[in-house]
């Protein structure tokens, strides 16, 4: 198993629809993160989990909405996106929020596409 | 607020040579961690090399070394005997090293392609 796993790979749909991504990581790690990829932007923060607490929500809209029922598992709660939100999100982990030494660890990404 | 700028959108190689990607960052930290991530087409990005702030020595790992001039705020990476595996995105990334030092702050990227 790859260490940081990412479902769906690639996503469409409409404004109106509901839809989850998912994550889960395999190496133990207590902190996982979800970032979105658009092009020719740097990567952008979006939540940070720590022990299965939220400790960063970096002025995300509320269309979207995180859970972190435990620590090898993150999802990303997707409801009326806009156009704009089209993006690949990239779910990422790393040991732990404290002494980090800046190492994520990320998964393959899960394009989106919003018609 | 820091910043990391990555002046090149694209860059190509022949196999075999040397190619240097540039980075420059800005803040007013002392303390703090740089890093080169690298993303292969449709797949995970992986970090390939880290630096702290307070060490002179460039680091290096196999083919990739840095070239990091804390003063310029300059931090290139350079990658030797280019190989075909090595096409991919490259991401310079700046974290503060005290507080909240989760935060990695990244350029746009630099897409490398090297060609045979």
């Known amino acids: 198993e790859t260490g940081v796993t990412q479902t769906p790979r690639h996503l469409v749909m409409g404004m109106t629809n509901k839809k989850s991504l998912k994550c889960e990581q395999h190496l133990g790690h207590n902190a996982m993160y979800w970032y979105k990829q658009s092009a020719k932007k740097p990567l952008e923060l979006m939540f940070v989990?720590?022990?299965?607490?939220?400790?960063e929500n970096n002025s995300v809209p509320s269309r979207f909405s995180p859970e972190c029922p435990n620590s090898s598992h993150l999802f990303l709660h997707l409801h009326t996106l806009q156009p704009e939100d089209s993006a690949l999100y990239l779910c990422?982990?790393?040991?732990?929020?404290?002494?980090?030494?800046?190492?994520?660890?990320f998964g393959e990404g899960s394009r989106l596409t919003v018609l | 607020a820091q910043t990391v700028t990555q002046s090149q959108p694209e860059m190509s190689v022949q196999e075999a040579e040397t190619v240097t990607l540039s980075c420059t960052y800005d803040t007013s930290e002392n303390n703090y961690y740089l890093f080169w991530y690298k993303q292969p087409p449709s797949r995970q990005m992986i970090l390939v090399i880290r630096q702290e702030a307070y060490k002179q020595q460039n680091a290096t790992e196999n083919r990739f070394s840095v070239n990091f001039q804390k003063a310029a705020k300059s931090f290139s990476l350079k990658i030797s005997d280019s190989q075909l595996g090595d096409t991919a995105m490259y991401f310079c990334?700046?974290?503060?090293?005290?507080?909240?030092?989760?935060?990695?702050?990244f350029g746009k990227g630099t897409l490398l392609t090297v060609n045979p």
């Open positions: 989990y720590s022990l299965e607490e939220r400790v």
């Open positions: 990334a700046f974290m503060y090293s005290g507080g909240s030092n989760y935060k990695l702050t």
């Open positions: 990422a982990s790393s040991q732990a929020l404290a002494a980090n030494t800046g190492e994520l660890f």
